[in-house]
């Protein structure tokens, strides 16, 4: 027996890929209202009269979604159930309809007779320097092409304390939700997070050994130390060339812009958000509802993030 949905709110990038996915919902549920999402970022109380957002894309289709929506309004709190929606060309473990007709179909009528659980699944917020930002899939604190000393700490029962997991040297540290198949697929054969209320932290290229482990929802807090900042001689002079190509005004002090540029930086969701940082805190208390049509093993996880569709 099929449950009434109200209303859907639908995210595409492309008007007739919104217009699709309108039809395809209409022809199988001909009383559901749709709203495009760009119509909630306006007014989010059309959220209200929405049962799901359906998102149409990749898993960065929805990362872009989230962190539009906290960006306008500071707070996630109105978003309903995300069903995201895959092209054919986009990859990621999130895609629960298929852009297809038939599968969209297929999986549309599951929706609508009860056949689908909802999942909170975790983000974060990255504080740093008394600024707060968003991060859906991953927070990735990077020194590459350098070094640095990296000390990964997670909050105790007592709150404000921190007790030190591991110090090691590294080019960088990623803290993975179970959303962020970017740490997944950086995990280079290591685990795979199947806990939705967990964090994966990835030590990525560090000196003696690298680490993949799971941790649980709980603040970390990621301190470094830059081991490696000297710029050569070489690296100024092309800089320097380069300005003067781009017809750019001298640099006062090239060797601060290169130490900030080539130290440490923050990076979250792929886009980097901050330059010379030495510490940072990954604040897990928030989620978001997924909706899932159905379960999956390891393997098929495995699978989701790497296959490709006609």
């Known amino acids: 027996m099929s449950t009434p949905i109200k209303g859907i709110c639908i995210s595409s990038r492309e008007k007739h890929e919104y217009t699709k996915v309108k039809n395809l919902i209409l022809s199988q549920s001909p009383e559901t ?6 119509e909630a970022i306006v007014d989010p109380s059309i959220l209200d009269e929405c049962d799901f957002i359906f998102t149409v894309g990749g898993d960065g289709s929805v990362a872009w979604l989230v962190r539009t929506f906290y960006d306008a309004f500071n707070s996630i709190a109105k978003l309903k159930p995300i069903v995201p929606v895959t092209r054919p060309t986009s990859v990621g473990y999130l ?8 599968k969209f179909i297929e999986g549309f009528q599951r929706i609508l007779s009860g056949d689908y659980h909802i999942h909170n699944r975790t983000i974060l917020r990255a504080a740093i320097e008394n600024k707060k930002y968003l991060a859906v899939n991953e927070i990735y604190a990077q ?10 700490q997670i909050e105790t029962g007592t709150k404000g304390e921190y007790s030190t997991i591991t110090s090691t040297m590294a080019d960088g540290v990623m803290i993975s939700t179970s959303i962020g198949s970017t740490g997944w697929s950086l995990s280079h054969g290591g685990y795979i997070s199947l806990d939705e209320n967990s964090l994966q932290i990835l030590i990525l290229g560090g000196v003696h050994s690298s680490a993949n482990f799971i941790v649980p929802r709980k603040k970390v807090r990621v301190l470094l130390e830059l081991k490696n900042s000297t710029i050569s001689e070489q690296a100024l002079e092309a800089y320097s060339i ?5 017809g750019l005004p001298v640099d006062s002090n090239p060797q601060k812009t290169l130490e900030i540029l080539y130290g440490s930086r923050l990076v979250l969701d792929g886009k980097t958000i901050n330059f010379g940082i030495k510490e940072f805190i990954a604040d897990p208390s928030l989620s978001i509802p997924f909706v899932t049509l159905r379960k999956h093993s390891e393997i098929e996880k495995v699978r989701r993030l790497t296959e490709f569709h006609i």
């Open 143 to 152: 020194v590459n092409p350098h070094l640095a000393n990296f000390t990964v």
């Open 95 to 102: 895609k629960q309809l298929e852009f297809s007709e038939r």
């Open 242 to 246: 380069a300005r003067e190509r781009e």
């Open 33 to 38: 209202k749709c709203y495009h999402f760009s």
